[in-house]
Nanobody
Framework: QVQLVESGGGTVQPGGSLRLSCAAS????????MGWYRQAPGKQRELVAT???????NYADSIKGRFTISRDNAKNTVYLQMNSLKPEDTAVYYC????????????????WGQGTQVTVSS
């Protein structure tokens, strides 16, 4: 009943930019925090950035000053603008919606997107 669909991944040279989008669909009533996580080969999934429904953002130290998270509550969509990309940013990026409520759901739950590949390589 609820889907998170990411888009915007791809391959870019070091120093380049990409913008990821994640749209949550379904009869959504509310979403608490939304965020982006990433998982590189052989590594654990790690937090990249989160944003509250009020627009307060939190960033991992490794991407501060380079990435910007934003959100459109009316569209249930979260974005990640990634600038000055480095090879170490290469990973699958996952969208997360925390405490999502949809019409008819008895309680809130967390949802994940399917992931989008970001590759930074010359």
């Amino acid at each position: 009943q609820v889907q998170l669909v990411e888009s915007g991944g791809g391959t870019v040279q070091p120093g380049g930019s990409l913008r990821l989008s994640c749209a949550a669909s379904g009869r959504i009533v509310s979403i608490n925090d939304m965020g982006w996580y990433r998982q590189a080969p052989g590594k654990q999934r790690e937090l990249v950035a989160t944003i509250t429904s009020g627009g307060s953002a939190n960033y991992a130290d490794s991407i501060k000053g380079r990435f910007t998270i934003s959100r459109d509550n009316a569209k249930n969509t979260v974005y990640l603008q990634m600038n000055s990309l480095k090879p170490e940013d290469t990973a699958v990026y996952y969208c997360n919606a925390e405490d999502l409520r949809y019409s008819g759901s008895p309680y809130p739950a967390d949802y994940w997107g399917q992931g989008t590949q970001v590759t930074v390589s010359s």
